[in-house]
């Protein structure tokens, strides 16, 4: 008869016995401390309306219907520049000031016309006296009147030129902002001779408080975007700040080259953040009709090639509940298999209770 030795039976004994015991302890042990309690945030688990996303390329632009090229309404030598590019201007601000020979040419003529214009004043008010003396016919007097009224109308016409020119009182023509923005495009400098064949604008003006983000669309997502669809918009030099907006206007045409259609998407630029020709990144959000299970996207726990959720029932019973992720869009994940609609999970500092819970 073969006998085990009397110290390898205590060693299996007490192997036998100190396993259930460890497992025991590890699972009546575990609570929630009243202070990890406080560090934690529960949330519910819901059908949520199923979303759907998708992420372009873009650039920001000046709003075009809140823009405005500057021209200069006749030739001559820039005298005094008075901004530059990226300033901040007013509405009829002076932006420079020009010498014009054109200008004089006008003065010279609202002169002559306001001369004329006395002159045929004059002529009516004598042609109605005779008149009414008898020494001059009423044909006289309806001549005169005539020559009054077309001397009034030419110097009407010249007044109206220089004030459309904000001729200054030594006679030179300065150009104004027509809107309040930033000068985005400046094509001017000091001193510079210009004319009517080769000018071109002098600047260009765009009212920044509100933007727009021209998105790219290749052609397989064509069918994926529409108007009224939310948009979440994220820059190089802002990457942590969202700026949300909604796709406003769909262009029906690709371009010949990149073979993209372009879409837009409005945004307010408080503080002008956002500066023309940024580059941009686009979420689209799409809700769909179907409904599935969601959680937030910041309670799922992924380890070991899979998703966790904390499971919570009360400070003594928190499970580790293995899920399945279908998509996560924004800030929630949608479940396609491991939760139920109703149940709670730890939502902020999971990873506390499922370290605690796994070591």
């Known amino acids: 008869m073969n006998r085990i030795p009397l110290g390898l039976l205590a060693a299996l004994a007490l192997a036998s016995c100190s396993k259930p015991e460890v497992k025991e302890e590890k699972k009546e042990g575990f609570r929630l401390s009243d202070t990890m309690l406080k560090q934690v945030e529960l949330d519910t688990v819901r059908l949520r309306p199923v979303q759907s996303e998708l992420t372009f390329s873009g650039q920001i632009i000046s709003n075009e219907d809140q823009t405005a090229k500057v021209f200069p309404l006749v030739g001559g030598i820039v005298e005094d520049l008075k901004v530059e590019l990226g300033d901040h201007v007013t509405k009829d601000q002076v932006l420079a000031v020009v010498r014009s020979g054109e200008i004089a040419d006008v003065q010279n003529q609202s002169s002559s016309a306001s001369t004329d214009l006395a002159i045929a004043r004059k002529n009516l008010a004598v042609a109605e006296d005779q008149f009414a ?45 027509p809107i309040s923005g930033f000068i985005t495009e400046k094509n001017v400098t000091e001193a510079m001779q210009y004319n009517d064949s080769n000018v071109d604008h002098f600047f260009t003006i765009a009212n920044l ?151």
């Open 209 to 359: 408080d509100q933007v727009w983000v021209m998105a790219n669309v290749f052609e397989s997502d064509i069918a994926k975007v529409k108007v009224g669809y939310a948009a979440d918009v994220t820059t190089l030099a802002y990457p942590d700040r969202h700026f949300r907006g909604k796709i406003d206007k769909v262009f029906n045409v690709l371009d010949p080259e990149s073979k993209v259609m372009k879409v837009r998407v409005r945004l307010p630029n408080p503080g002008y953040l956002l500066k023309p020709a940024m580059y941009a990144q686009v979420r689209l959000e799409n809700t769909e009709g179907t409904k599935a299970v969601a959680v937030p996207a910041k309670a799922v726990v992924f380890d070991k090639d899979r998703h966790f959720v904390m499971v919570y029932k009360d400070r003594t019973h928190v499970e580790t509940r293995p899920v399945v992720i279908s998509k996560t869009v924004g800030d929630y994940s949608y479940v396609t298999a491991g939760l139920q609609p109703g149940e709670v999970v730890i939502a902020k500092n999971q990873l506390l209770v499922y370290d605690e819970l796994n070591d």
């Open 133 to 177: 003396d008898g020494l001059a016919s009423e044909r006289d007097v309806v001549l005169a009147r005539e020559e009054a009224r077309r001397a009034a109308n030419n110097a009407n016409k010249t007044r109206k030129q220089l004030s459309i020119y904000h001729v200054t009182p030594d006679g030179r023509y300065t150009i104004k902002a």
